[in-house]
């Protein structure tokens, strides 16, 4: 195993070396057995061997020696070969994984993290109480750090495994050559995936019978094997997709009281099989060969199939959606797939939800009892298999958007998706159930789902990016992505709907983030005047594909966002982002620049009162906590110095900012599309401000109402003041954009102004 040290000392001049002998070799050999020097070669001596008129023995023995040594040769070409082209490709990919390594640690170590010799990440710099001393990292800049550094270590791993395994390959005959070599690693990878699928074949074949070391075993391979296709398509194949569930059934549930206690270690082994188990089905289900469609095909046929236990004699049985379903909670599923496997689930239990049973707790519950699921999902939970789809479609954003678009039924009783699991107002909706804690908490994957179509990428993507929108399937592509959006504003624009959908509201927050800009063009028409003020141009509407939400409705929903602590800082985040990108790309005119800033500083207005408005609400007979709630406030003015400028995305650029959960977000910002702005002074400087200054909490804050509003506005005019810095403006031409900024907060604060907080 290849350690951070090692890989970080690591010598590669002897490997190196190797690569050259090797290749050196290899053209001797291919001379010998082909010729081209015009000496003795094997080619020649098999084509005398074979046209000489043997006799006697010498027609058999030596004839059939002599063309056998000679066709030894090009087994020894074959070898060499393959030695050299995996040597070949170990060098070039441990000399990349080593370059990366170094840049990573030079680029965190300028934020003040440090990975030791053991590869974990630590702060490095001197402590907070120090004059002068720079912000620690967050947690989590530290967390990135740590899995940058992981993830090329990895890799490296993953070299040197492959690398290793084709090596000793070759060296298992001591008396003949291989006259099966390998293209590279590659081909090395795709080989060993087929080898070790059969292995694990043969495992399977055991099911419930499978020791725990045995488990150990095929979570080891498979996990080896996450990323290899050849693995995947082969294990599925010849396992087939009745013997995948069958495989599952038994393992996850053998029945007879021999179902794991929850913290067992068999239960911890078989929570990483169902992980490895659908990692590996989804990799299948994206390799594109008739076996594999035939199997995708065959699985969604089997959904609505009760799958005994092989011994069981019940006669209940869990259906086919129901065991599939904890598998797909894992991996980048096929697209197709999980649309045609979704609409026919959703079209099941459609039809099975209302077969007379009056159920107050919905489909879900149904789908827990009347068919005896038993333990299907590790660890043991309430779940349901159109709550594990919504995972599914959460690791694929281009499948999610499809799905939320389709429908399912027909005639009078078509229903699109989007109502039937959203809408849940609607005639015939879907009745999402209760979770173990009896509350809706199954609209977390829900929430989960939308931000994947909405967004364009995994909801806990941990290296997001803004999908490009180069090309016109990119641009019809988002143009699909800003209408869900749309109809996501529309719906979800009061606090009651949000809260009647307990666990959505973080990925709500999300999204509003990612989609912060068409949020901003939306709200920038007062009077219906965004025709008559170039609204479209300031904002670059058609290089960026932005949507009118609306005002209205846009403020609605950023309202009822707002009132809540973690979806507020998470909007707040995005806004100053956005905010001081659109000052930076509006750099060549101050009045454009000043206009800009403005505008982002009305949004800060607008979210600010939304947030004190809750505040004052939740906490109005109890003065002291509400104080320490509005002090609470100014927390999300610790934007993590980490975040990163990524080049080349489709909506502009974007920053990776965390949000009030794990999950991180790309951030669009105007830079690059209106005027190439990306390298100018005030685009470089009003981001790093940004990152540099965080907010100083101290316990002697005044909490206070009047002491929030003035951490929002003195927040909301952090680009501002930077442009000054940066332009060298006098302070009496900044005097009239402080009073123009106050003006706009103002403004901003009464959209959302419903009533007064209480002092």
């Known amino acids: 195993m290849v350690t951070f040290q090692e890989l970080q000392d690591l010598n590669l001049s002897k490997l190196n070396t190797a690569v050259t002998q090797w290749q050196q070799m290899l053209n001797k050999l291919v001379i010998l057995a082909e010729g081209g020097d015009g000496g003795i070669n094997a080619a020649d001596l098999e084509k005398k061997a074979n046209a000489a008129d043997w006799k006697g023995d010498s027609a058999?023995?030596?004839?059939?020696?002599?063309?056998?040594?000679?066709?030894?040769?090009?087994?020894?070409?074959?070898?060499?070969?393959?030695?050299?082209?995996?040597?070949?490709?170990?060098?070039?990919?441990?000399?990349?994984?080593?370059?990366?390594?170094?840049?990573?640690?030079?680029?965190?170590?300028?934020?003040?993290?440090?990975?030791?010799?053991?590869?974990?990440?630590?702060?490095?710099?001197?402590?907070?109480?120090?004059?002068?001393?720079?912000?620690?990292?967050?947690?989590?800049?530290?967390d990135g750090a740590q899995r940058d550094i992981d993830r090329i270590v990895a890799a490296a791993n993953e070299t040197d495994r492959i690398a290793a395994r084709a090596l000793r390959e070759h060296a298992k005959s001591k008396y003949d050559f291989d006259e099966k070599g390998v293209t590279g690693l590659k081909d090395a990878d795709r080989q060993q995936g087929i080898e070790d699928a059969d292995a694990m074949l043969r495992l399977a074949a055991k099911g419930d019978a499978m020791t725990d070391a045995e488990l150990e075993r095929f979570n080891r391979v498979a996990g080896y094997h996450r990323d290899n296709p050849a693995f995947a398509e082969r294990f599925a194949t010849k396992l087939g997709p009745e013997g995948t569930l069958t495989f599952w059934r038994s393992l996850a549930d053998p029945g007879q009281g021999r179902t794991p206690e929850p913290d067992s270690q068999r239960a911890k082994l078989l929570a990483k099989v169902q992980d490895n188990l659908g990692i590996t089905l989804a990799n299948a289900t994206r390799v594109d060969t008739p076996a594999m469609q035939e199997w995708k095909d065959r699985m969604i046929a089997l959904g609505d199939d009760q799958i005994k236990h092989p011994k069981g004699t019940s006669p209940t049985a869990p259906l086919g959606y129901q065991i599939l379903g904890p598998l797909m909670t894992e991996g980048k599923w096929d697209s197709d797939f999980l649309n045609k496997y979704g609409t026919s689930l959703i079209e099941h239990e459609r039809k099975f939800n209302y077969y007379g049973i009056s159920d107050p707790d919905g489909p879900d519950e149904v789908w827990d009892n009347l068919y005896n699921a038993e333990q299907l999902s590790y660890p043991p939970g309430v779940t349901s298999p159109v709550v594990d789809l919504m995972e599914a479609l959460g690791h694929n954003p281009e499948a999610s958007l499809q799905f939320f678009n389709g429908s399912t039924g027909t005639g009078d009783k078509e229903m699109s998706n989007w109502d039937y699991l959203v809408d849940k107002d609607g005639e015939g909706a879907r009745k999402w159930g209760i979770d173990d804690e009896k509350k809706t908490g199954y609209y977390e994957s829900l929430g989960h789902a939308l931000e994947s179509a909405t967004l364009g990428y995994a909801y806990d993507d941990p290296d997001p990016s803004v999908p490009p929108i180069k090309t016109p399937e990119e641009q019809a592509a988002r143009d699909m992505r800003t209408l869900l959006m749309d109809r996501v504003v529309r719906h979800y624009q009061t606090s009651d709907t949000i809260d009647g959908q307990d666990g959505i509201r973080e990925s709500l927050a999300n999204m509003a983030a990612g989609h912060i800009d068409s949020l901003n063009y939306s709200l920038d028409n007062w009077g219906n005047t965004g025709q008559y003020t170039d609204r479209d141009g300031f904002y670059g509407r058609e290089a960026n594909r932005l949507r009118d939400f609306e005002g209205p409705t846009s403020a609605g929903f950023l309202r009822a966002l707002a009132s809540d602590k973690d979806a507020y800082e998470t909007v707040s985040i995005a806004q100053q982002v956005y905010g001081a990108s659109t000052m930076a790309v509006h750099d060549g005119s101050n009045d454009d620049a000043m206009n800009a800033g403005l505008k982002s500083v009305r949004m800060h207005g607008l979210l600010d009162e939304a947030r004190l408005e809750a505040i004052g609400k939740e906490f109005h007979d109890d003065k002291e906590q509400r104080n320490l709630e509005i002090e609470k406030q100014g927390e999300w003015r610790k934007f993590a110095a980490g975040a990163a400028v990524g080049a080349g995305v489709g909506v502009a650029t974007a920053l990776i900012v965390p949000t009030g959960g794990a999950a991180l977000i790309a951030v669009p910002i105007a830079i690059e599309t209106i005027g190439g702005a990306a390298n100018t002074a005030v685009a470089a400087d009003t981001l790093q401000w940004i990152k540099d200054n965080e907010y100083d909490n101290r316990d002697d804050s005044v909490a206070s109402i009047d002491q929030a509003k003035a951490d929002g506005s003195a927040n909301a005019i952090v680009p501002l003041i930077n442009y000054k810095e940066t332009h060298g403006m006098t302070d009496k031409e900044f005097s009239d954009w402080a009073a123009l900024a106050q003006s706009r907060y103002n403004d901003g604060g009464k959209i959302t102004d419903t009533s007064n907080s209480p002092n």
């Open 60 to 142: 058999t023995v030596t004839k059939q020696f002599t063309t056998t040594t000679a066709r030894q040769f090009d087994d020894m070409v074959t070898e060499a070969r393959s030695v050299h082209s995996i040597l070949q490709d170990a060098h070039t990919d441990l000399k990349k994984q080593k370059d990366d390594l170094s840049t990573a640690v030079a680029t965190w170590a300028k934020k003040n993290i440090y990975i030791n010799a053991n590869g974990n990440a630590q702060y490095s710099g001197p402590t907070r109480e120090v004059e002068g001393a720079p912000p620690p990292p967050t947690q989590e800049e530290l």
